[in-house]
């Protein structure tokens, strides 16, 4: 396990770029916010990592997200849903369907840059059937300018051997897509486009109600 803490001057400046994130993001629907993601056109697929190396990571990832299968768990450790249900664009040349689902961040896990497999800063939920929130998966997150002020221009987060993506440049301005380095893990609900795919093919946002 990999674990990288932040000095309290960068911890600083990532909880700041933190409260940007937050406040700069575009509302849709009551009480949620947009979590773009449409520079995942640029990503493509990759699977799971060698057993030899993401094996103890990916076992980590599914005892410390089992807790939050129950939502409510997830909403009184302080995850709180800022993207509402997020589907794959339909649109020419995007390589990706499905959807994302739900994003319920830790705001508290986001501000402090570390790694830890165990404790995700994002929880990842689709509505069943029935109108409750299912886990699907996690998505880890770090600050990208706090993390090389950190680390160096050279080192990049990686969870299970797979690095993180890329801030997503389309995004608005501030919010966390745009400032963070991310990876999604569906350790929840297999995906067909693989484990780490930043949608997944196998899930799909409710149609509203007319």
């Known amino acids: 396990m990999k674990t990288f803490r932040l000095p ?41 990592a060698p057993p030899a190396v993401g094996a103890p990571d990916l076992a980590m990832i599914q005892a410390g ?16 849903d800022v993207s509402g249900c ?30 830890d497999p165990s404790r995700p800063e994002i929880l990842l939920y689709i509505p069943d059937d029935r109108g409750r929130m299912e886990l699907v998966g996690v998505e880890f997150a770090v600050n990208a300018e706090a993390w090389h002020t950190e680390f160096g221009p050279d080192v990049f987060p990686e969870v299970a051997g797979v690095r993180y993506d890329p ?9 966390l897509p745009s400032i963070a380095y991310t990876l999604h893990v569906w ?8 484990m780490f795919a930043p949608f997944n093919s196998a899930l799909s946002c409710p149609v509203a109600a007319d």
């Open 65 to 80: 997200s089992a807790r939050y299968r129950n939502e409510a768990r997830a909403l009184a450790a302080g995850f709180v």
């Open 167 to 175: 801030p997503n440049p389309n995004a608005a301005p501030g919010s």
């Open 86 to 115: 997020v589907q794959a664009p339909d649109m020419p040349g995007f390589p990706w369907t499905g959807a994302m689902g739900h994003h319920y961040v830790n705001f508290e896990r986001f501000a402090n840059l570390e790694i």
């Open 8 to 48: 309290l001057a960068a911890l600083a400046m990532a909880g700041a770029l933190t409260l940007a994130a937050c406040d700069s993001e575009t509302p849709v629907g009551a009480d949620h916010h947009h979590h773009d993601h449409s520079a995942h056109d640029m990503v493509t697929a990759r699977p799971a």
């Open 187 to 194: 350790n929840w609900k297999e995906n067909p486009q693989g």
